[in-house]
């Protein structure tokens, strides 16, 4: 529900459900009896209020509200013993925050791996009233892009953290809006899949999202994937796309035949229907950075002129190849912020640079990953109360490394792979504008570098490049301060570095960490604090576990 002067009240209650998101009966993470989630739409400045209700009979939840920054509120960020404590079974929690910027977003559960289970749903601010977006269009779509295992997460977390690590593999289908098709295909009658046609009414849960269009409109379709593993490639047969946003920034607009996105990401494309309005048209996504064993996700531009059940002529456009890394390349890097009142001008010096290397390693015959050798394991009490109350048994008071031991080959597998775990906090100067280099390698594997979608919480930052090997000074050369894309997710390509900027200004405590869902849960990421004695009246229900919760229940609000 909402009113005229801009709050958005929503009642959710987060529970396990059964649910056939590919044909396949299993159990998903649903809210409200939805999956995925209802749709959050608020206008810039608004305030959203969600009251969420864990209804899980055994486990706690959080909801992370992913590109929005929280300024004045980071305890309402969602992420698990960093900016509260988990939500327990029957407990209630009151998420209140302001959207203060148009864009297409998302969110999703922060806790264990409750994002693969199903916890997720979209979230679109719309432009403050009476502004205008900096391009045109007559209608709009939200595609949500996710990948679905039918092993159940608790199955998949037992895996990961087992000696030796049983790996989740790759997901057994591609989903848009929630919907995916297992062991048929849409596409089957154009004769190049092992699998038989699809056999569905519409009314089926896994029955596809349909886009119906009208000919000669423009149409804005937004894109967010909340993958826990895919990386993906979107392509719309004989159609062309404008890249007009991302992450909630506006882009200098490109053309594209195919876009690819990472998980944490989001865009807008702004497409034209100007193609034979007598044809239907295949929109696919395929697998990317990773060898694919999961078929494309389908679905259909149905020209309204057209039945919608009126199967497209030419098959579905062929995704790169997965390991068509300059073809990725490429697409990034014709990513540039739009000359725009609402993106911030990149700040061309920096205070502090952190170099964060990216290796897979072992500990005592645990897999793991590991950010300058140290994989990150979050304690009990989040960082957002013990920080502002000084409790310094809370987590490592050790500084974690700045940078990693010049000799390290990143193009040969660890020399010694043993890691430590660690909790230690990157405390940052407040106001201070910081640089990161996020640095990859080679996994444990010899000739393996993957793909690692970064995902900063509560701040944008400028991308400033991308580069081969590894980074050295001189490559600062090569930084574009001119027009940075401003997002809240970056990707490191295999073997290569990515450079970030961005400046503390948000009191708070803020996850840093690949988006690949089972990475982070081996250790991959690392945590940054700025103004934490600004931040007030954090609510209680944000500390009532771990030593905060045994230091200061009392009274209604902290600090
Ligand atoms: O973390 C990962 O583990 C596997 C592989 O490296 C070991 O099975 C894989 O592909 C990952 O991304």
Same mark, same amino acid.
């Given at each position: 529900?909402?009113?005229?002067?801009?709050?958005?009240?929503?009642?959710?209650?987060?529970?396990?459900?059964?649910?056939?998101?590919?044909?396949?009966?299993?159990?998903?993470?649903?809210?409200?009896?939805?999956?995925?989630?209802?749709?959050?739409?608020?206008?810039?400045?608004?305030?959203?209020?969600?009251?969420?209700?864990?209804?899980?009979?055994?486990?706690?939840?959080?909801?992370?509200?992913?590109?929005?920054?929280?300024?004045?509120?980071?305890?309402?960020?969602?992420?698990?013993?960093?900016?509260?404590?988990?939500?327990?079974?029957?407990?209630?929690?009151?998420?209140?925050?302001?959207?203060?910027?148009?864009?297409?977003?998302?969110?999703?559960?922060?806790?264990?791996?409750?994002?693969?289970?199903?916890?997720?749903?979209?979230?679109?601010?719309?432009?403050?009233?009476?502004?205008?977006?900096?391009?045109?269009?007559?209608?709009?779509?939200?595609?949500?892009?996710?990948? @679905?295992?039918?092993?159940?997460?608790?199955?998949?977390?037992?895996?990961?953290?087992?000696?030796?690590?049983?790996?989740?593999?790759?997901?057994?289908?591609?989903?848009?809006?929630?919907?995916?098709?297992?062991?048929?295909?849409?596409?089957?009658?154009?004769?190049?899949?092992?699998?038989?046609?699809?056999?569905?009414?519409?009314?089926?849960?896994?029955?596809?999202?349909?886009?119906?269009?009208?000919?000669?409109?423009?149409?804005?379709?937004?894109?967010?994937?909340?993958?826990?593993?895919?990386?993906?490639?979107?392509?719309?047969?004989?159609?062309?796309?404008?890249?007009?946003?991302?992450?909630?920034?506006?882009?200098?607009?490109?053309?594209?035949?195919?876009?690819?996105?990472?998980?944490?990401?989001?865009?807008?494309?702004?497409?034209?229907?100007?193609?034979?309005?007598?044809?239907?048209? @295949?929109?696919?996504?395929?697998?990317?950075?990773?060898?694919?064993?999961?078929?494309?996700?389908?679905?259909?531009?149905?020209?309204?002129?057209?039945?919608?059940?009126?199967?497209?002529?030419?098959?579905?456009?062929?995704?790169?190849?997965?390991?068509?890394?300059?073809?990725?390349?490429?697409?990034?890097?014709?990513?540039?912020?739009?000359?725009?009142?609402?993106?911030?001008?990149?700040?061309?010096?920096?205070?502090?640079?952190?170099?964060?290397?990216?290796?897979?390693?072992?500990?005592?015959?645990?897999?793991?990953?590991?950010?300058?050798?140290?994989?990150?394991?979050?304690?009990?009490?989040?960082?957002?109360?013990?920080?502002?109350?000084?409790?310094?048994?809370?987590?490592?008071?050790?500084?974690?490394?700045?940078?990693?031991?010049?000799?390290?080959?990143?193009?040969?597998?660890?020399?010694?792979?043993?890691?430590?775990?660690?909790?230690?906090?990157?405390?940052?100067?407040?106001?201070?504008?910081?640089?990161?280099?996020?640095?990859?390698?080679?996994?444990?594997?010899?000739?393996?570098?993957?793909?690692?979608?970064?995902?900063?919480?509560?701040?944008?930052?400028?991308?400033?490049?991308?580069?081969?090997?590894?980074?050295?000074?001189?490559?600062?050369?090569?930084?574009?301060?001119?027009?940075?894309?401003?997002?809240?997710?970056?990707?490191?390509?295999?073997?290569?570095?990515?450079?970030?900027?961005?400046?503390?200004?948000?009191?708070?405590? @803020?996850?840093?960490?690949?988006?690949?869902?089972?990475?982070?849960?081996?250790?991959?990421?690392?945590?940054?604090?700025?103004?934490?004695?600004?931040?007030?009246?954090?609510?209680?229900?944000?500390?009532?576990?771990?030593?905060?919760?045994?230091?200061?229940?009392?009274?209604?609000?902290?600090?």
């Amino acid at each position: 529900t909402s009113n005229k002067t801009g709050n958005h009240f929503y009642k959710w209650e987060v529970e396990y459900m059964y649910w056939s998101p590919d044909g396949i009966e299993n159990v998903v993470m649903g809210i409200n009896g939805q999956f995925p989630g209802p749709t959050i739409r608020a206008r810039a400045g608004d305030i959203v209020h969600v009251q969420l209700t864990n209804k899980l009979h055994t486990e706690g939840v959080v909801i992370h509200w992913h590109g929005i920054r929280q300024k004045g509120t980071p305890w309402a960020d969602g992420t698990a013993s960093i900016s509260q404590c988990v939500i327990n079974p029957g407990e209630t929690f009151d998420y209140r925050f302001t959207v203060d910027r148009a864009g297409t977003y998302f969110y999703h559960g922060h806790y264990g791996m409750q994002r693969s289970a199903g916890l997720y749903g979209s979230m679109i601010v719309d432009v403050a009233e009476g502004e205008k977006e900096p391009f045109h269009y007559d209608g709009e779509f939200d595609l949500l892009l996710s990948d @679905w295992w039918h092993k159940s997460v608790h199955h998949q977390e037992v895996g990961l953290s087992s000696r030796p690590m049983r790996w989740i593999n790759e997901p057994q289908a591609l989903l848009i809006n929630g919907r995916g098709q297992y062991g048929c295909s849409l596409a089957a009658h154009h004769g190049n899949s092992s699998f038989s046609q699809c056999n569905i009414t519409g009314h089926e849960q896994w029955a596809p999202y349909i886009l119906h269009v009208d000919p000669n409109k423009t149409y804005r379709i937004r894109i967010a994937s909340t993958t826990a593993l895919a990386s993906l490639n979107l392509a719309i047969g004989n159609h062309k796309m404008m890249v007009v946003e991302a992450d909630g920034n506006y882009l200098q607009p490109f053309e594209t035949n195919d876009l690819d996105i990472y998980s944490g990401e989001s865009y807008s494309v702004l497409l034209k229907t100007s193609q034979d309005s007598s044809q239907n048209y @295949w929109i696919s996504f395929g697998v990317r950075g990773r060898e694919p064993h999961t078929p494309q996700a389908l679905t259909i531009l149905n020209y309204k002129t057209n039945s919608a059940s009126k199967l497209p002529l030419s098959p579905p456009p062929v995704t790169p190849r997965w390991d068509d890394y300059a073809h990725s390349k490429a697409f990034s890097n014709k990513i540039k912020a739009l000359d725009h009142k609402s993106i911030p001008k990149p700040s061309p010096t920096y205070h502090r640079r952190i170099v964060l290397l990216n290796t897979q390693n072992k500990m005592n015959g645990y897999t793991k990953w590991s950010i300058n050798n140290v994989s990150l394991s979050i304690p009990a009490t989040p960082y957002l109360g013990s920080i502002r109350f000084g409790l310094r048994d809370a987590f490592d008071q050790t500084k974690p490394p700045e940078d990693f031991p010049g000799h390290y080959d990143v193009m040969k597998p660890p020399v010694n792979p043993n890691t430590t775990t660690g909790s230690g906090v990157y405390m940052l100067g407040y106001y201070s504008t910081v640089d990161v280099i996020l640095q990859n390698a080679n996994a444990l594997t010899e000739n393996v570098s993957e793909i690692h979608p970064w995902h900063l919480h509560g701040h944008d930052f400028w991308v400033l490049g991308y580069g081969e090997g590894k980074f050295t000074k001189s490559d600062e050369k090569k930084f574009n301060l001119k027009n940075p894309p401003y997002r809240n997710t970056a990707v490191i390509f295999p073997y290569g570095w990515t450079a970030l900027r961005f400046v503390a200004d948000n009191p708070g405590v @803020w996850a840093f960490h690949c988006h690949i869902e089972p990475h982070l849960h081996l250790g991959m990421g690392v945590v940054f604090a700025e103004g934490v004695q600004h931040v007030a009246k954090i609510p209680k229900e944000a500390l009532s576990c771990g030593l905060t919760g045994k230091r200061f229940m009392t009274g209604s609000h902290l600090g």
